[in-house]
Nanobody, 124 residues
Framework: QVQLIESGGGLVQAGGSLRLSCAAS????????MGWFRQAPGKERQFVST????????YYADSVKGRFAISRDNAKNTVYLQMDRLTPEDTAVYYC?????????????????WGQGTQVTVSS
């Protein structure tokens, strides 16, 4: 089993920044690519960003491209999501996810492990 714990969420004003962290523990050798998803109240969970195991390959949703940056530190089994120029539309619960394959994916069903989520609220 793999456990994922997100942190770094909070309340921020529009235009501000937050850095989310996702620490993996357990059988981390069974995970490879990682992703961030978010879910706003009354909406479906949506893809935000993904990164492969080496950190070389990344991909972003159009809505966050140029504002968010995903990275990882494999020595610490941690993935990060730097979020800049936040807007109220970014308000959601952010989830970290891990999959057992090296290739990145934008589909939530391709991820086997999920964190409990961290709330990000952006005020106008």
């Amino acid at each position: 089993q793999v456990q994922l714990i997100e942190s770094g969420g909070g309340l921020v004003q529009a235009g501000g920044s937050l850095r989310l962290s996702c620490a993996a523990s357990g059988r981390t050798s069974s995970t490879s690519a990682m992703g961030w998803f978010r879910q706003a109240p009354g909406k479906e969970r949506q893809f935000v960003s993904t990164i492969n195991r080496s950190g070389v390959d990344t991909y972003y949703a159009d809505s966050v491209k140029g504002r968010f940056a995903i990275s990882r530190d494999n020595a610490k089994n941690t993935v990060y999501l730097q979020m800049d120029r936040l807007t109220p539309e970014d308000t959601a619960v952010y989830y970290c996810a891990a999959r057992a394959y090296s290739t990145i994916s934008t589909y939530s069903y391709e991820y086997s492990y999920w964190g409990q989520g961290t709330q990000v609220t952006v005020s106008s």
